[in-house]
């Protein structure tokens, strides 16, 4: 028991049902502690002992997930999932596949799903598990959690979060080097030209680093926000340059800000046709513990 790919396997399914790694990390480590604390008899009657740890693990998320919704309604400001870096970065991290399925677009819809849409959405779409099986971590019948599925597969159309397709990375991270220029050089005009004047900017700063509290829409005053927070100086002491990285976010083209080498800001972004669409920023330093020690690139 506990083998690296095992613990792999539910870590990825714990990150993407709570879009935490602290709490991912959490959920796995409860479950393998649930599996040792049976009586030896009951785990060798267990045929499946890998299926065994998904279900409870599964059920644990459920329960986490249930109390966030209390918790994330306390939270100062939006709350957004925690990014993740390349695996090179960081060490747990890299034990967490990096493909579409945790593309920031893509984790914010499955925040707005409910415990249990989430729980079947995720089991059964992104890992292929059976109905049979995910009936017995929510409890419900197969028919049930085939039809919580499918409502949570409905939020993922009417979004248009559904996983971008590997051929339009490069067009992406072309119009994302764009917006790192324009950033740099405090070029407003240059910045609205990059961004849709319909764009989306949602910060979460949890009420510990300085952050818009509600999103900012247009493109205009996202790009005169931009520029305001690269020259926003965090205490009395002097202004720090901010130092813009293009980096792998979550598995897509994103961009890092550091202030005198720590990691200040992860931003990560929609495009469409050439153009931002979406911009959504982690400044809560309680979600950039892996980018904690980043290497440059």
Not at 76 to 82: D, H
Not at 250 to 265: D, F, H, I, K, S
Request: aromatic letters at 6%.
């Amino acid at each position: 028991m506990g083998t690296s790919g095992e613990r792999r396997q539910l870590l990825n399914v714990a990150y993407r049902l709570l879009g935490s790694v602290t709490e991912a990390e959490d959920a796995v480590q409860e479950a393998y502690a649930r599996w040792y604390g049976l009586p030896r008899s009951r785990r060798e009657e267990i045929r499946s002992p890998g299926a065994w740890l998904t279900t409870v693990t599964g059920r644990i998320c459920l329960d986490v997930l249930g109390s966030a919704r209390a918790r994330r309604e306390r939270y100062v400001g939006a709350w957004l999932p925690e990014p993740l870096p390349d695996g090179t970065e960081w060490d747990p991290a890299d034990q967490i596949v990096l493909d579409e399925s945790v593309g920031m677009a893509f984790l914010v819809v499955l925040e707005s799903m409910t415990p249990a849409e989430r729980v079947a959405f995720v089991l059964h779409d992104v890992f292929r598990y059976p109905f049979a099986e995910i009936a017995g971590v929510l409890g419900r019948s197969p028919a049930a959690c085939k039809q919580l599925a499918a409502s949570a597969r409905r939020r993922v159309d009417v979004a248009g979060a559904a996983p971008a397709a590997s051929a339009a990375v490069a067009g992406r991270a072309e119009v994302v080097r764009g917006v790192k220029e324009a950033w740099e050089a405090k070029d407003i005009a240059a910045l609205v030209g990059l961004l849709d004047p319909a764009a989306v900017m949602t910060a979460d700063g949890g009420g510990v680093a300085g952050a818009v509290l509600r999103p900012v829409e247009g493109g205009a005053r996202i790009a005169q926000y931009m520029v305001a927070m690269a020259g926003r100086a965090p205490g009395p002491e002097p202004l720090e340059p901010l130092e813009l990285q293009e980096r792998s976010v979550n598995g897509g083209p994103g961009l890092v800000a550091l202030r005198a080498g720590v990691v200040e800001t992860v931003a990560s972004f929609g495009v469409l046709d050439g153009r931002v669409t979406r911009i959504w920023v982690v400044r809560n330093p309680e979600k950039l513990r892996p980018w904690r020690g980043l290497r440059r690139p």
